[in-house]
Nanobody
Framework: QVQLVESGGGLVQTGGSLRLSCAAS????????MGWFRQAPGKEREFVAV??????????YYLDSVKGRFTISRDNAKNTLYLQMNSLTPEDTAVYYC?????????????????WGQGTQVTVSS
């Protein structure tokens, strides 16, 4: 089993920044694909950013609306996944979830992820 614990959420004004962290423990692997997903009230969960392998290449994918503003990264020595979020807007308000797959192949499909954190709230005020 893998346990994922997110932190770093909070309330920020439009244009502000936050850095989310996801600490992984248990039977973790630096080869697992990982990602950030979010769910806003009344909306379906959507992928935000994912990191993993596509073939032999380390690859990241971003939701179009966050490209250029968000950056996903991982520190394998610390078993921690990060999401740096800049230029935040009210449309980014959601609960953000960290997720991991038991394989290295990157995917934007949340249904293919095996482990999930409890989520951290991000609220952006206008």
């Amino acid at each position: 089993q893998v346990q994922l614990v997110e932190s770093g959420g909070g309330l920020v004004q439009t244009g502000g920044s936050l850095r989310l962290s996801c600490a992984a423990s248990g039977r973790t692997s630096s080869e697992y694909a990982m990602g950030w997903f979010r769910q806003a009230p009344g909306k379906e969960r959507e992928f935000v950013a994912v990191i993993g392998l596509s073939g032999y290449d380390r690859t990241t994918y971003y939701l179009d609306s966050v490209k250029g503003r968000f950056t996903i990264s991982r520190d394998n020595a610390k078993n921690t996944l990060y999401l740096q979020m800049n230029s935040l807007t009210p449309e980014d308000t959601a609960v953000y979830y960290c997720a991991a797959r038991r394989v290295a192949t990157v995917s934007t499909n949340g249904q293919l992820y095996d482990y999930w954190g409890q989520g951290t709230q991000v609220t952006v005020s206008s």
